[in-house]
């Protein structure tokens, strides 16, 4: 099947700092990846979709300069957390789609906790 | 506006059968998936229904009819295991997909 990676699978981070995290497509070509995030207890909410070679589509209350997203090839799309604040601490989850089903594929998660 | 609704918590005893209703208004439909999430691990697909009707998948089934925007996940011969949250998402439009706040399952003994 379908195999999605991110890296770190945790990150803690001083207030003020930059953080990248990385979602990679591993056997496949991801036309479309979404990021979302999400606070304990709570559902998955979509930030943004990015398609490769362009720029991301983000969704509103999203603010595009403080999330940075990158879909560079059709295997890695990168987000960014800019000028972290504690508030930004959640779990952030990417997911690919390969076009061609309907199904989302998604990454193991990535923990980030900002100090 | 997008709105899914789904119960916030449910509990089941092992072995018996258990039923997780969702109802959704959104703008577009083009399917609505199942996945359940054990806590601190992302979403595992569970089924995908885009037609009326039941699709069954072993112990899982879900159920979908788009006229009253309304789905349900059906669990069968519970396990300990089966404790986790069930997400219910629907896709808008594209690959899109709305996620629910989901439904924690505690299945006891």
């Known amino acids: 099947g379908a195999v999605v990676s991110q890296h770190p699978s945790r990150v803690i981070c001083k207030s003020g700092t930059s953080v990248k995290i990385e979602c990679r497509s591993l056997d496949f070509q991801a036309t479309t990846m979404f990021w979302y995030r999400q606070f304990p207890k709570q559902s998955l909410m979509l930030m943004a979709t990015s398609n490769e070679g362009s720029k991301a589509t983000y969704e509103q209350g999203v603010e595009k300069d403080k999330f940075l997203i990158n879909h560079a090839s059709l295997t890695l799309s990168t987000l960014t957390v800019t000028s972290a604040h504690p508030e930004d601490s959640s779990f952030y989850i990417c997911s690919a789609t390969t076009g061609q089903s309907d199904e989302q594929y998604f990454g193991p998660g990535t923990r980030l906790t900002v100090t | 506006g997008q709105n899914i609704d789904q119960p916030t918590e449910m509990t089941a005893t092992e072995g018996a059968i258990v039923q997780i209703n969702c109802t959704y208004q959104t703008s577009g439909f083009n399917g609505l998936f199942w996945y359940q999430q054990h806590a601190g691990e992302a979403p595992t697909f569970l089924s995908y229904?885009?037609?009326?009707g039941l699709e069954e998948k072993g112990r899982f089934s879900s159920f979908l009819s788009r006229s009253k925007g309304y789905s349900y996940l059906l669990l069968k011969e519970l396990q300990m295991k089966d404790s986790a949250s069930y997400l219910c998402a629907v896709r808008t439009g594209g690959f899109k997909t709305i996620f629910g706040a989901g439904t924690r399952l505690f299945v006891k003994a």
């Open positions: 229904n885009v037609l009326d």
